[in-house]
């Protein structure tokens, strides 16, 4: 947990850096998409093409899980949230995992795009108003201390401190930790995902009694089979936490 204070320093700098240089830039150049370059009327946006293919997630959809529905089907809970309820009580995502989706997660935690933190957490804030209006913390999904040195910040303790500024509900990104570095979950079925999580986190002991009867937010870029998300629920409802929501960018939907 030592390099979490550096790393947040990092990210503050590297954020009040970027918006003094977006603001020369914007004034230099016309601002554009933040997917395919194409002009938009301000640094962030999404061009017209773009944000139709963004998938942006709208009712109707699963209560429990946020999977959106291709009709109103009459029902609060897809079958998949009724035959195996996660760990969470629900979870929220502002868009599918599209193509245009991923190619922007990439560039947030790949390609050191950290404008895309500030739209990002306000489609973020959008999706879970519900679940943020009874949060008392938001707690990012840590990253091991080692992917963090590679890094150089968390993507999803960057997107809690954005989504915190617009619902004004605090942080708490010292209370859980990654106690050891686990594979990419990419290509991995569901099962190998939970087996590739299954005792990855725990709650730092001297924090514990901040999560007593708290509604915790869960914070995280990407929900692909919820292993990740629901790993750590776990973890959270067995040290004290009363709730525990999910909210993040992106969820991939099974079309099937």
Not at 10 to 30: D, I, T
Not at 247 to 254: G, H, P
Request: hydrophobic share 45%.
């Amino acid at each position: 947990m030592q390099a979490s204070e550096p790393a947040g320093k990092s990210f503050r700098f590297a954020r009040l850096f970027g918006g003094v240089a977006g603001a020369l830039f914007n004034v230099m150049l016309p601002p554009t998409c933040a997917a395919c370059r194409k002009p938009v009327g301000e640094i962030g946006g999404l061009c017209s093409g773009c944000w139709g293919r963004m998938g942006f997630i709208e009712r109707p959809y699963c209560e429990r899980l946020g999977t959106p529905f291709a009709h109103d089907m009459g029902t609060l809970l897809s079958p998949a949230a009724m035959a195996d309820p996660p760990a969470f009580q629900c979870a929220r995502a502002a868009a599918r995992y599209s193509d245009v989706a991923r190619d922007l997660v990439h560039l947030l935690k790949y390609g050191d795009r950290l404008d895309l933190v500030k739209p990002f957490g306000k489609w973020m804030a959008r999706a879970g108003v519900e679940i943020l209006a009874e949060a008392d913390l938001l707690v990012p999904v840590p990253l091991h201390w080692t992917r963090l040195w590679q890094r150089r910040f968390n993507q999803s303790a960057a997107l809690a401190r954005e989504v915190s500024s617009i619902a004004k509900v605090p942080v708490a990104d010292h209370v859980l930790v990654r106690t050891r570095a686990t594979p990419p979950q990419i290509g991995l079925g569901s099962n190998e995902r939970a087996r590739n999580v299954q005792g990855a986190f725990e709650v730092d002991k001297e924090t514990r009694g901040e999560l007593k009867a708290r509604n915790i937010t869960l914070i995280d870029d990407v929900l692909t089979s919820g292993a990740t998300a629901n790993a750590c629920a776990r973890v959270l409802l067995r040290a004290g936490a009363k709730r525990v929501d999910v909210l993040v960018l992106s969820r991939v939907v099974d079309e099937t």
